[in-house]
């Protein structure tokens, strides 16, 4: 999913960004240009961010926790539900 479409930044990266340290919009405009033309997408991007609404996803998803709503919109990840559904059918 993007999260800002005038940059073409997803919520991946943005999580990525934050995961990584990105504590306020600024080190996300920094880091990925995020919020850096119409704006529009400032307020989703600080959720991520945290104490945000989306913090905790942020959190989940790099600690190891693929969701298959990912998978959808990166093939990698597929492929890796994929490898971890075929493991597991195999116990
Ligand atoms: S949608 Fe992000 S700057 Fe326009």
């Given at each position: 999913m993007y999260i800002c479409i005038c940059n073409a930044i997803t919520e991946r990266q943005v999580q990525s960004a934050v995961a990584d340290g990105a504590m306020t919009l600024t080190d996300l405009q920094g880091q990925?240009?995020?919020?850096?033309?119409?704006?529009?997408?400032a307020e989703t991007a600080m959720?991520?961010?945290?104490?945000?609404?989306?913090a905790e996803e942020t959190i989940i998803q790099h600690e190891?926790?693929?969701?298959v709503g990912d998978a959808a919109n990166d093939p990698s990840i597929a492929v890796e539900v994929s490898r971890r559904e075929w493991a597991a059918a195999q116990r």
């Open positions: 990925l240009g995020v919020a850096s033309c119409c704006g529009s997408c959720e991520y961010l945290p104490g945000g609404r989306y190891g926790a693929v969701q």
